[in-house]
């Protein structure tokens, strides 16, 4: 049974609350068309209420030899295709868009931009569950345009949108300090980090304070040894899959661990793939042990580091990755792991890829990255610090995100208010038609 309206409130199509329209590319063969000064905008760029730059500009020419055209400020543009669907943003100043949007200038007559960006942004969801297709889902037009949204008079959508830019303006602001906070627990874990790898963590430990300088611009405690990673661990390659054969979902008793799931100083086990038995076969000296630390040595998280857990013992690794194994002195695999995820090596690792041309972290130069080395005793020490102030971040970190969904679940909870009509009260004198 369909809810009663809002007293005042009217149904209305989509269609009929403005003239509606869809954006285009200019040809990529003429450079000279993204060389103007008319906002030409894309999916990705609705991010925020309004838009008033874009990465890029086209020129007149452009529109007129293109399907782009140029809607007028107060227009709404509503992503259509792929993995931003739903997402909308009003132009705060006349401008063109991709294909991938839908535009509507609401008749501001009888309705309020703000309101209807509003609206739609409370339909997401909804717009989201009509999308249609398989790797790149999209939302037809003419679908979206069929859909029928409850609206109160002119006079009731400027009150209402008022009282929502008060009240999102505070969920905003404490989303804001919750991105502060969450930053902030980053930058205590690499400090912590920083501080494991070069002694001061364990000062009180040692029972010392006295440092020695290095070539490489940071100190290490008077005691420590300074060596090369090639002195204390083998560092050995993965290796890619045999020609012809492919990945499977089916669990078989090989796991093959790829690039994407070295991260946060373990290996991420969601969407694990396996090698068959007779792929396996074929790299079979290729594997990792539990204890092994890993290093990745290509594309865009090159340097990620950490540890490989007892539920991949004995997993295959992907070529985009070295281990560090066989340990030759008395080493604890966290720390190995601490020291590579530590800035200091961080920094070492970019600058050792900006000066090569292919952009790629040779075995051989991870060999030679230095290598602090502290008595296993104080290795110890160094490892059980680092757990308990992580286990303390892992705390603080979970009751942000906890917090940062609450947020969330408020902005959805006071737009739904909104559009039932209990957000503001509605005077008598506003109770007219549109």
Not at 75 to 95: D, E, Q, R, W
Not at 110 to 130: G, M, R, W
Not at 330 to 345: A, C, H, M
Request: charged share 20%; glycine share 8%; with cysteine.
């Amino acid at each position: 049974m369909t809810e009663p309206l809002p007293n005042g409130w009217k149904l209305f199509k989509l269609e009929q609350l403005g003239a509606w329209g869809t954006g285009g590319t200019p040809t990529r063969k003429r450079p000279d068309f993204f060389q103007g000064s008319i906002p030409w905008i894309k999916t990705g760029e609705l991010v925020h209420k309004y838009i008033y730059d874009t990465s890029e500009k086209i020129t007149e020419d452009a529109v007129k030899n293109s399907n782009a055209k140029i809607f007028p400020a107060n227009s709404i543009a509503i992503a259509m295709y792929g993995a931003t669907i739903g997402k909308v943003s009003i132009l705060a100043v006349p401008a063109s868009t991709n294909q991938a949007c839908a535009v509507l200038t609401p008749d501001q007559r009888f309705f309020s931009p703000e309101f209807v960006y509003y609206l739609l942004c409370n339909a997401k969801n909804s717009l989201i569950n009509l999308a249609k297709g398989g790797a790149q889902p999209n939302i037809s037009q003419t679908i979206v345009k069929g859909i029928s949204v409850a609206i109160p008079p002119l006079l009731e959508q400027k009150r209402i949108v008022a009282r929502l830019d008060r009240l999102l303006a505070r969920v905003d602001s404490c989303r804001a300090h919750l991105d502060r906070a969450a930053t902030a627990i980053k930058r205590f874990r690499q400090s912590v980090l920083n501080a494991a790898v070069t002694g001061q963590l364990s000062e009180y430990f040692r029972k010392s304070s006295e440092y020695d300088n290095v070539e490489l611009g940071w100190q290490i405690p008077d005691g420590w040894q300074l060596l090369s990673v090639e002195d204390v661990v083998d560092v050995k390659g993965g290796k890619r899959l045999p020609n012809g054969e492919k990945l499977i979902s089916e669990v078989t008793k090989y796991p093959y661990i790829r690039a994407g799931q070295l991260k946060n100083g373990s290996v991420n086990t969601e969407g694990q793939l396996y090698l068959t038995e007779e792929a396996h076969s074929q790299i079979s000296n290729y594997t990792v042990s539990s204890g092994d630390v890993y290093i990745t040595i290509v594309g865009a998280c090159i340097g990620d580091a950490g540890i490989i857990p007892d539920i991949y013992n004995g997993a295959n690794l992907t070529e985009n990755a070295a281990k560090l194994c066989n340990f030759k002195k008395p080493l604890k695999s966290e720390f190995l792991s601490y020291w590579l995820r530590s800035q200091y090596l961080q920094d070492t690792i970019q600058q050792e890829i900006k000066s090569g041309a292919q952009g790629k972290l040779a075995l051989k130069r991870i060999r030679s990255l230095p290598m602090p080395m502290p008595s296993l005793n104080e290795q110890n020490e160094i490892v059980q610090k680092v757990c308990s102030l992580f286990a303390f971040s892992d705390q603080i970190e979970s009751k942000l995100t906890a917090a940062r969904q609450r947020a969330d679940n408020l902005t959805a909870s006071i737009l739904a208010k909104a559009f039932r009509g209990e957000l503001v009260a509605t005077p008598i004198s506003d109770s007219g038609g549109n």
